[in-house]
T-cell receptor, first 112, second 115 residues
Framework: SQQGEEDPQALSIQEGENATMNCSYK?????LQWYRQNSGRGLVHLIL?????REKHSGRLRVTLDTSKKSSSLLITASRAADTASYFC????????????FGTGTRLLVSP | EAGVAQSPRYKIIEKRQSVAFWCNPI?????LYWYQQILGQGPKLLIQ????????DSQLPKDRFSAERLKGVDSTLKIQPAKLEDSAVYLC?????????????FGPGTRLTVT
């Protein structure tokens, strides 16, 4: 079963604009990760945020986590055509081993 | 560093046939995962190995799916017999599974079509 639900399911923007996608999950977690998937590079890890962190940055990526609302957001600033991909959040479900449960994904299309 | 290798990349079989997928994880990674990704959905974990022991196989359809990881390195996933609903991409991933890095490294996947 899917743990997370991403919102929106699909997003279409122009290059240079910011893209925000949201993830909601159901159980308590130790950490939440975001992954990107495109046909060229497959599924790639982007960023990990721990349950005791509220915000994290990596380059043009900004992730927030609200454990009280069981939600996270991924912001991509100054988007590029190369950012076109599907983005998934994945949670560990507070298990001892890193069993990831992926959400349904947001399909992002960045047009030149 | 070499990535996770998978083969074959594509496979087309008829229902009730059997098929096997192979995965070679990143050297030194103790944890290996097999995921099934149906078109339009996120990956779903089928089985997780820690070295050569199974940690979690709760979502593996054991009546038709089997997996093994010999000597704690390479792994194979088998489907026998295949059903139409097994059409999906099968992803293998590996990880060090130790803090601070819990990220998983994914292979290119095997796209299975069952006709």
């Amino acid at each position: 079963s899917q743990q997370g639900e991403e919102d929106p399911q699909a997003l279409s923007i122009q290059e240079g604009e910011n893209a925000t996608m949201n993830c909601s999950y159901k159980t308590s977690i130790n950490n939440l990760q975001w992954y990107r998937q495109n046909s060229g590079r497959g599924l790639v890890h982007l960023i990990l945020i721990r349950s005791n962190e509220r915000e994290k940055h990596s380059g043009r990526l900004r992730v927030t986590l609200d454990t009280s609302k069981k939600s996270s957001s991924l912001l991509i600033t100054a988007s590029r055509a190369a950012d076109t991909a599907s983005y998934f959040c994945a949670t560990d479900g507070d298990t001892g081993f890193q069993k990831l449960v992926f959400g349904t994904g947001t399909r992002l299309l960045v047009s030149p | 560093e070499a990535g996770v290798a998978q083969s074959p990349r594509y496979k087309i079989i008829e229902k009730r046939q059997s098929v096997a997928f192979w995965c070679n994880p990143i050297s030194g990674h103790a944890t290996l995962y097999w995921y099934q990704q149906i078109l339009g959905q996120g990956p779903k974990l089928l089985i997780q190995f820690q070295n050569n022991g199974v940690v979690d196989d709760s979502q593996l359809p054991k009546d038709r799916f089997s997996a093994e990881r010999l000597k704690g390195v390479d792994s194979t996933l088998k489907i026998q017999p295949a059903k139409l609903e097994d059409s999906a991409v099968y992803l293998c991933a590996s990880g060090q599974d130790t803090p601070p890095s819990y990220e998983q490294y994914f292979g290119p996947g095997t796209r299975l079509t069952v006709t």
